[in-house]
């Protein structure tokens, strides 16, 4: 019982947005099911006449709200003020570089082309030994995140310095393939007390020393790069493989170039799959039902959701395993924009649906209940601390809206 009410984890200002964010989306479910309750008629047919209007006002309603989420993304994407944002991207660049996806300077390239569109007239720059390179302010905060765990790794004895031999592998670890020579070069340079060891801040001058002078020019002038693609599987405790043939050898912005049309075709790959499997998957379903003796409720609200929404679930999961207040809260994040994404792209894909094919809108006893469940976790969102008991109420609303759904319907509901 004391760990049900002692033990948690500590919330975030993203989260509670991440809840106002998702009743907002909700808003289109109104448009269809407040006039819903009130027209009636003696067949499908009238109903639909009905609700028609209704239902082309939540299509609009839905696509205008999915627009304005994807612009509310692409804006925070060009700032660093959203923290869960950040952590997210941390993570991706982190694991893509440990899992030998991409080199520390195809990362960086990217970054410097981000900055280039923000910062280049802007304060924020940092000179380096009185020389002329040096590197936006926002860049190198996020190149100190990125290299931190590499440097903790071969600190073993915590005493926040590393030797040269160290140096060299973290830069291995880093896919950054370097001649033993510039490594010394390097490590010379930034070794001021000649002590044969750096601190943190030594090591992040001297990698970025190292991007500058490997970036082309030694300037920032490029326009801003698209997201990173997902993340991979957690896989902090696997051998990590190395660079990849085809991209280890190329430069870090045919690399960027590489990994982002890797990522279009995955995409392209995955969204055929979908369209080839979903028309199928419901006929699955349907026999399974008919075949079982399932009731199609049970089939529609606990196989289905199961089915499409697994990959948010899944990502979520892994997250949250590495039991850091950081991965906790970008697993809330996740699932809360999933939640946006169900309330605009997949509710406007319904109404459009509903009204080119005049259908009518039987889904009150649905609808009720999922505004039910995201109100509730609306509320919860607007804590500063989630603790155990609070997991377990919000894992029992998912039966819990099973039965609200058949009570509901039992009592004569749509």
């Given at each position: 019982?004391?760990t049900?009410l002692?033990?948690?984890v500590t919330?975030s200002?993203?989260v509670s947005?991440?809840g106002?964010?998702?009743?907002?989306?909700?808003?289109?479910?109104?448009i269809i099911?407040g006039?819903?309750?009130?027209l009636?008629?003696?067949?499908?047919?009238e109903?639909?006449?009905?609700e028609?209007?209704?239902?082309?006002?939540?299509l609009?309603?839905?696509?205008?709200?999915?627009?304005?989420?994807?612009f509310?993304q692409?804006?925070?994407?060009?700032?660093?003020s959203?923290q869960?944002?950040?952590?997210?991207?941390?993570?991706?660049?982190?694991?893509?570089?440990?899992?030998?996806?991409?080199?520390?300077?195809?990362?960086?390239?990217?970054e410097l082309?981000?900055a280039?569109?923000?910062?280049?007239?802007?304060?924020g720059y940092?000179s380096?030994d009185g020389g002329?390179?040096?590197l936006?302010?926002?860049?190198?905060?996020?190149?100190?995140?990125?290299l931190r765990?590499?440097f903790?790794?071969?600190?073993?004895?915590n005493s926040?310095q590393?030797?040269?031999?160290?140096?060299?592998s973290v830069?291995h670890?880093?896919?950054?393939?370097?001649?033993t020579s510039?490594l010394n070069a390097?490590?010379?340079?930034?070794?001021?007390d000649?002590?044969d060891?750096?601190d943190?801040?030594?090591?992040?001058t001297g990698?970025?020393k190292?991007v500058?002078?490997?970036?082309?020019?030694?300037t920032?002038?490029s326009?801003p790069p698209?997201?990173?693609d997902?993340?991979a599987?957690d896989?902090?405790?696997e051998?990590h493989?190395?660079?990849?043939?085809?991209?280890a050898?190329?430069?870090?912005?045919?690399q960027?170039?590489?990994v982002?049309?890797r990522?279009?075709?995955?995409?392209?790959?995955?969204t055929?799959l979908?369209?080839?499997?979903?028309?199928?998957?419901?006929?699955?379903?349907g026999?399974?039902?008919?075949?079982?003796?399932?009731?199609?409720?049970?089939?529609?609200?606990?196989?289905?959701?199961?089915a499409?929404?697994?990959?948010?679930?899944i990502?979520?999961?892994n997250y949250?395993?590495?039991?850091?207040s950081?991965?906790i809260?970008?697993?809330?994040?996740?699932?809360?924009?999933?939640a946006c994404?169900?309330?605009?792209?997949c509710?406007?894909v319904?109404?459009?649906?509903?009204?080119?094919?005049n259908?009518?809108w039987?889904?009150?006893?649905?609808?009720?209940?999922i505004l039910?469940?995201?109100v509730?976790?609306a509320?919860?969102?607007?804590r500063?601390?989630?603790?155990v008991?609070?997991?377990?109420?919000v894992?029992?609303?998912?039966?819990l809206s099973l039965?609200?759904?058949a009570?509901?319907e039992a009592?004569?509901?749509?």
């Amino acid at each position: 019982m004391e760990t049900l009410l002692n033990s948690g984890v500590t919330g975030s200002p993203q989260v509670s947005k991440g809840g106002k964010l998702m009743m907002i989306t909700s808003i289109s479910y109104f448009i269809i099911q407040g006039p819903a309750f009130f027209l009636s008629g003696e067949t499908d047919a009238e109903v639909s006449a009905g609700e028609s209007g209704f239902a082309l006002a939540g299509l609009i309603t839905c696509t205008v709200l999915f627009a304005g989420y994807l612009f509310y993304q692409w804006e925070l994407s060009r700032t660093d003020s959203d923290q869960v944002f950040e952590d997210y991207m941390e993570e991706v660049r982190r694991e893509k570089i440990m899992n030998g996806e991409i080199s520390l300077l195809g990362v960086m390239q990217a970054e410097l082309r981000f900055a280039a569109t923000r910062q280049s007239t802007e304060e924020g720059y940092q000179s380096m030994d009185g020389g002329n390179l040096a590197l936006p302010e926002i860049v190198m905060r996020r190149l100190e995140k990125l290299l931190r765990p590499f440097f903790d790794k071969y600190d073993d004895d915590n005493s926040g310095q590393l030797d040269r031999g160290e140096f060299w592998s973290v830069f291995h670890d880093l896919q950054e393939h370097v001649q033993t020579s510039e490594l010394n070069a390097i490590f010379e340079k930034i070794d001021t007390d000649q002590s044969d060891q750096i601190d943190f801040d030594e090591f992040v001058t001297g990698v970025a020393k190292f991007v500058l002078e490997k970036s082309p020019t030694g300037t920032i002038s490029s326009p801003p790069p698209a997201a990173i693609d997902e993340a991979a599987d957690d896989g902090d405790s696997e051998e990590h493989e190395e660079m990849p043939e085809d991209l280890a050898h190329l430069k870090p912005e045919e690399q960027q170039y590489h990994v982002k049309m890797r990522a279009a075709y995955l995409m392209t790959v995955g969204t055929a799959l979908v369209l080839i499997f979903s028309d199928p998957m419901v006929d699955v379903l349907g026999v399974l039902g008919d075949r079982t003796g399932i009731s199609s409720f049970y089939i529609s609200f606990v196989l289905a959701p199961l089915a499409s929404n697994a990959s948010e679930l899944i990502a979520a999961f892994n997250y949250s395993l590495k039991k850091t207040s950081r991965t906790i809260v970008i697993s809330f994040a996740a699932l809360q924009g999933a939640a946006c994404m169900n309330n605009t792209f997949c509710l406007g894909v319904f109404m459009f649906l509903i009204y080119f094919r005049n259908l009518a809108w039987e889904f009150s006893a649905e609808t009720v209940t999922i505004l039910l469940v995201q109100v509730a976790m609306a509320v919860l969102s607007l804590r500063n601390t989630f603790r155990v008991v609070d997991g377990v109420m919000v894992l029992s609303l998912y039966p819990l809206s099973l039965m609200v759904v058949a009570g509901l319907e039992a009592c004569g509901w749509d």
